[in-house]
């Protein structure tokens, strides 16, 4: 999924070591290279934004570099440049197992699940619930979204399969109210977490905004989790936006990493949020849930 991103970085470091191979890399030098480099990542779809941060950082990583006469020029300059780009994408890890949030918070720990249809919003509550499972740990799982019986009748599968309680409200209820039942049974009956889910009609949905706000000061959830498509590269960006200022993400967990994507869109994404990213979403089975792991996204882009 990162291929024409690799071979962007490929020629990047390839120009800028013919540079330091001789002299010290001067800002314009820098520039004139970069130029180039940013045209390819724009058309694979990284966005704006994460453009210009890269070049930040690897402005300040690069210029003034030089290698002199006993050469690796090129080993040096793909080593900065990982080095700079590591130190970025480390700043965006969540850090904490969800395991281990669940265990050091409130009981019941409550969170709210976010994100646009098709996002893999659904699938990714069941691999949280799945892990919390292993772990000795209820969950409580909750179909806030009420219109879709759909969504509902697939969250209670999950919940079935995996031998979880499961709350839902008749069609068309209020949401908020189905999500404070959730709550209330998870207090009742002793149990651990919380794990709602939401609808997501397309996010320029005022009502869907209004109906988030409404669940989130009913039930105060303890984590409020945005789940992104990591295959939709600019347009996860415009999400984590809208549903941020909506009602303030925590974290994000990113869906479908194992897919073939275009090249750059994860990275994009992670470049461009500024949210701590929690998961990763590399399949459709249970287990299927990595921790976010910079090196491993390195390594796709610069490993030769
Ligand atoms: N390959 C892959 N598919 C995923 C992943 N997460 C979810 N999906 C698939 O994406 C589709 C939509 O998922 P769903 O959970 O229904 O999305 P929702 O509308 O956001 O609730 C389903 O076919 C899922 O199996 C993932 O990490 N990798
Ligand atoms: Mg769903």
């Known amino acids: 999924m990162f291929k024409n991103l690799r071979k962007a970085f490929e020629g990047f470091t390839k120009k800028l070591s013919e540079v330091v191979a001789k002299k010290e890399l001067t800002e314009e030098e820098f520039e004139e290279i970069f130029s180039d480099f940013e045209l390819t990542l724009l058309e694979g779809d990284v966005a704006v934004e994460a453009v210009e941060k890269l070049k930040e950082i690897l402005k300040h990583e690069l210029v003034g570099l030089r290698v002199g006469r006993f050469g690796g020029a090129e080993r040096l300059v793909q080593e900065k440049i990982k080095e700079a ?34 996002v893999g919003k659904t699938t990714t509550i069941a691999k949280i619930a799945y892990r919390l499972k292993k772990h000795g740990l209820i969950p409580v799982i909750v179909a806030a979204d009420t219109f879709r019986a759909g969504a509902q009748e697939q969250l209670r599968l ?40 939401t609808a997501g009609r397309m996010h320029t949905d005022r009502n869907l905004m209004e109906e988030l706000r409404k669940i989130v000061r009913v039930v105060k959830p303890h984590l409020k989790i945005l789940i992104l498509d990591a295959l939709t590269g600019n347009d996860a960006v415009q ?42 979403g590399v399949g459709q089975r249970y287990d299927d849930l990595s921790p976010y792991d910079p090196d491993e996204i390195l390594n796709k882009l610069l490993s030769q």
Do not use: C
């Not at 050091?104 to 699940?113: N, S």
């Not at 993400?249 to 990113?254: Q, R, S, T, Y």
């Open 239 to 280: 999400q984590a936006r809208w549903f941020d200022n909506a009602i303030g993400v925590d974290a994000v967990i990113l869906t479908k990493l194992d897919a073939d994507a275009r090249g750059g869109s994860a990275l994009s994404i992670i470049l461009s949020i500024n949210k701590p990213i929690m998961y990763v």
């Open 158 to 197: 999950h919940a079935e399969r995996l031998g979880l309680p499961f709350i839902r409200g008749k069609y068309g209820a209020d949401p908020a109210a189905v999500a404070k039942d959730g709550v209330l049974h998870a207090m009742s009956s002793k149990l651990d977490a919380v794990l709602i889910d």
């Open 85 to 118: 780009i590591r130190k970025y994408l480390s700043q965006g890890i969540f850090g904490k197992d969800i395991v281990d949030v669940v265990k050091d918070g409130p009981k019941p720990y409550i969170i709210v699940f976010v994100g646009v249809n098709g």
